[in-house]
């Protein structure tokens, strides 16, 4: 019976820490965090480029970049070096997302990332949230496809 007890929790931790899994997303090797320079270098010259803005919770300047089916948003690093990354957009299939593309199934993504519960917007978009190193990423899905994935830095 003990021997048991003791299986049924690790079995239970072992949930709880998988659960709990982080994700670590990119695009041609741009993610939070990633220089501006090398922005430009990975992704070539954005179709705009905006500053403004302030970024949620420090307010720091935000410059903004525009590709077909893609935005990111970089916030200036708190060391004065410069702008970084802050957050991701897409919803084109041009862009691969760690391994990824827009259209994909939510079981696709599951498989990929992990077990995330599916919530149910408003919108009628279904969801899968998780948890990243610096943050969070979100999966959008119309009629069990991905048509939006979007992740940013948290510092909150």
Do not use: H
């Amino acid at each position: 019976m003990k021997r048991f007890l003791f299986i049924l929790i690790i079995a239970f931790a072992l949930s709880l820490t998988a659960s709990a899994q982080t994700i670590d997303l990119q695009v041609k090797g741009v993610e939070i965090a990633t220089p501006y320079s090398t922005v430009i270098q990975k992704l070539g010259k954005p179709l705009s480029k905006k500053k403004g803005g302030t970024f949620p919770c420090d307010n720091s300047d935000m410059l903004t970049l525009r590709y077909k089916g893609l935005i990111v948003r970089l916030i200036e690093a708190n060391d004065g070096t410069g702008f970084i990354v802050g957050s991701v957009s897409i919803t084109s299939a041009k862009w691969s997302i760690s391994g990824v593309n827009i259209g994909a199934s939510i079981k696709d993504i599951q498989t990929r990332f992990g077990q995330s519960e599916v919530e149910t917007k408003k919108s009628g978009l279904e969801n899968l949230s998780y948890g990243m190193a610096e943050g969070f990423a979100n999966f959008y899905f119309r009629n069990n496809k991905l048509v939006k994935v979007s992740w940013e830095f948290n510092i909150c």
